[in-house]
């Protein structure tokens, strides 16, 4: 009998074997005939970059764009006062979104070929002249922005990458700048450090760039000689741009008695804190600051203009770079309202900057609960259930200072250079219009910013039409203007237009731009005609006293805004009609102060 079971032990694993290769078999022949066959799971890594190191700013040139002209004359004085060696692209072309097309994907989104089109046309230039890809490679990289979310943005770095290997510059360096992750690179030494002066500079560089931008477009349609405005403005942003780029930076050391600077040495921690107190009052107050801003208001006051030009004002929304480029990216759009007779109300960034701020701060109010600690039936937990309010509180607040800081410094600015820009629309006021037509926390491009300044801006009486610009197939804008249909049909003195962008079709944008601007001119002369008639004046008187005071034709002249009326003609001859009544009085200019 042990005989008989030692057999059996021995017999059996040999049949287990082969009924488990039969079945090993028989699942690969029935997968291969689905076309199931199972591989090993390998997950996407991003691909290791070359990094920009330290060692490389000397030799190294910072390629970037996508801006207005004035702000990246701007970046590129930070950049070079912060000792980066840094060209600006030129502004993006019909030629550059072809070659984008050539060597990216299709189906991708149109600042994606204008932006990537644009960098390999450079790149192209540069061997035309003589240099080697690998000097190229080696000698420059590109500093851009880029993000994750649900549309294409997300992609943009990994097409940029795919565009530069098709046309044979593949080990080109991209410096992805992430708003939530700083500088995205590889090395320990990174190239580009963002020190505190780097960054306040880049703060004051933004709201420089958005305010004159700004005043570009309030003055140069009501200019009495064309061109004017241009050429004072192209002297401004080199006079401020040479003052961004040669500012000594501030050493709490050079600023105090020898005694005191002993003491400090000895303690760097409090050193340091001074330290840092000192850049950001000297970098945001500073005396030679504000000096260089009232030289470049002082420069553009010498601009004369006739306020009593009927223009419809046209605000314009869309999707962040549709609607800040000036180039063939939106097909000209602010050249060609102007050229047409309107006035366009141009977005700056650091409304998108409070956008972000708010949204986060709301988003935080939102999942407020999700983190707390579920009450225990025989304890609350007390001290668990404040530490998280108290981490709530703490993330509201510094959110909540950083949005009021940054509408703070941005009216500032703005009344440096004469005060005739607007401050930042409050957000939670914006999210509030938005809401009942978009829920505001819905993610993607813009979110219910372009329902919300739609709305805004039409019942405030602050624009006689909404232009909303979007890349072909923008996926969030689209959603957009779905939604607009319902506010049009809410709000019926509304003349809204959605233009989609693209390489093409530029003739078709400007035609149906021209109909809807027809519909404009013919609101905003009306609302001129009422408010002339209603002073009891003619244009001619208005014009007669316009002309024995200086002051009224000048660029910076606060004229009042009244309730419900958008055009800068009807509120000026309404105000100077008040004047010759003797019921105001002129108002006093920034430099007669």
Known sequence: MNCVLHFADLSLPPIEEEIARCKAAERLRL??????????IEHYRRPVERPFTAEERDRVTILFGGFTWKHERFIEAILSGSGYRCQKLPTPDVAAFTIGKEYGNNGQCNPTYFTIGNLIKFLQSLEDQGLSRRDIVDRYIFFTAGSCGPCRFGMYESEYRLALDNAGFEDFRILLYQADQAIRTASDNPGLEFSLDFNLGALNMLNLGDVINDMVYRIRPYEVTPGTTDRAIEEVVDQLSDFLKTRKRYEILNHTPRWISERLTRNRKLKDTLNTLGKILNHLYGEDFVRSMHLARKRLSGIEVDFTRVKPLVKIVGEFWAQLTEGDGNFNMFAFLEQEGAQAHVEPISGWITYLLYQARAGSEAKKGIDAPFPDASRWELKKQLANEWKFRKKWLLLRLSEGIWNHLYARTARHLGGITPHLVPQSELAGVAHPFYHSLARGGEGHLEVAKNVYYTTHGLCH?????????????????????????RFQEMIFLPIETSGEGEINAHSRVQMALGEAKIKAKAEFERALASTGKN????KAYTARHRQLRNPFYPVPRRRGIAGVAANFVLHVSSLIDGKARLATLPDEI
């Open 31 to 40: 997968m291969q005939v689905a076309g199931l066959i199972e591989k090993p």
């Open 465 to 489: 039409m909404v232009l909303a610009i979007k890349p072909f197939g923008c996926m969030p804008s689209s959603q957009s203007d779905g939604v607009q249909s319902a506010v049009v049909n």
């Open 539 to 542: 244009l001619d008187e208005i």
